[in-house]
């Protein structure tokens, strides 16, 4: 079967990415590139479609290193920082007169791009250069092109979060779920299966929002996922170190890695 | 005389940074570092002091290139996203729990900062890691440690701007101005015969938000600085082919450059 569709992680960190400004910890100062990371995001393109999930600072960043020159529309997981504040930065997307970015995200979500752009959401600034937009609240499923995406609940701190499941036709293709603590039994259903899972494994500890590696490898199981790539990582996890501990199924991504589907 | 004050260029770019995503012109696809700009910004640092000025998208990237790891402040000079959406990475500058930083803007400015990052305004997240601040709306001039810092009206579209000029006890350092249209009379007065002007000069067409390079070379002969560094450069402006058509005493920065006043 050829390929569905393409995936590249533009960042793989958590809010404040690796290296920590200030932080002289092993991965921190390590030279392995695979320990830089920026804040997480994916982009996915198909023989129809490009989009982009989530938008943090370091947006216009990726887009110059993975060279994407052309969006159709950007998703969002939730409201945090780490995720929306390069948002403005989408605005090279809609350079031509005739063209407009659809943007799907949750209610909550969209009331703080709202509150944090509000130029770009009350309609006033409609001339060259600036981000144009059609905002669509998620509701449940919706189809972007040849794609049919489903919204997955998940519990990450106070912050209403989703995780997003990739269909082509009958084909589930992949679910990206980067930020969660608790994936939601609604999501289980869904996702049980699944040939590709991308998923926060944000460190070897626990902590209160984020999935632990151990945690994420668990739900893995549970999930019967066939293939399991983590993602949203602080300066705990350090490539080398953890990658040949995991269970053959599942691995560590990296900034600028592509996966076929 | 020794320095007083070392100044750190962390960027040089307008609002969507130089390479900017799509743009296949001479200076987005060059070589030339100096011709590579991130959103503009300053780092400056006394025998006392350590703050920053603008800390748009690219902030994190410049302090981890810039080694800086301490700071006393971030003034703010206009709410634009270029200016501001780096924010929640001043996170790093308040580890310790007793850290708050103090952060100087217009009334404006932080009522866009509150709307954009609530959660840092309203005092819920005070744990171990989230931005603590103190912020100060500027109403005329303050002192951060031995710097007096006195506020610039300028006109930059609908925004309300100023620029920064500063001084150490009576001696008038530098001034900032790095996004106008129109210098005020009352700043013009206050900038006269200044030795250091660091100056908006977009690009060499013009513009009705920004100086060009042409009227920012004008403005530095009416005010009689010493020496004038310009920067917030759009692609239009190839370091090369700019710079030896600029008179004697105004430049073009790039990003990193270090000046000592």
């Known amino acids: 079967m050829e390929s569905q569709a393409e995936i590249t992680f533009l960042g793989t960190g958590t809010s404040i990415g690796v290296p920590v400004i200030g932080c002289d910890c092993a991965v921190c100062t390590s030279d392995d590139p695979k320990n830089k990371r920026l804040r997480s995001s994916i982009h996915v393109a198909t023989p129809e479609v490009s989009l982009v999930v989530d938008t943090g600072p370091d947006f216009r960043q990726q887009c110059l290193r993975e060279g994407i020159r052309h969006l159709d529309a950007a998703l969002f997981t939730h409201a945090h920082s780490d995720h929306i504040m390069g948002f403005d930065d989408l605005r090279r997307f809609t350079v031509r007169n005739d063209e407009q970015l659809e943007i799907y995200a949750n209610a909550e979500c969209l009331d703080r791009l709202h509150a944090a752009f509000h130029y770009i959401f009350n309609g ?92 994420a490898v668990a739900l893995a199981g549970e999930l019967a996922a066939g293939c399991t790539w983590l993602t949203h990582f602080s300066c705990r996890v350090d490539y080398k170190t953890i990658a040949p501990t995991l269970p053959d199924n599942v691995f560590l991504a990296w900034d600028g890695l592509r996966l076929q589907c």
């Open 124 to 215: 006033e600034n409609r001339y060259h250069g600036y981000l144009k937009i059609v905002p669509h609240p998620i509701h449940g499923p919706f189809a972007v092109g040849d794609l049919t995406i489903t919204p997955l609940p998940v519990t990450h701190g106070k912050v209403e979060t989703m995780g997003f499941l990739f269909a082509r036709g009958e084909t589930r293709l992949f679910a990206y779920i980067p930020d969660a603590k608790v994936v939601s039994e609604e999501a289980k259903a869904l996702l049980h299966g699944i040939d590709l899972l991308l998923l926060d494994g944000l460190q070897p500890e626990p902590h209160w929002t984020h999935l632990s590696i151990d945690e």
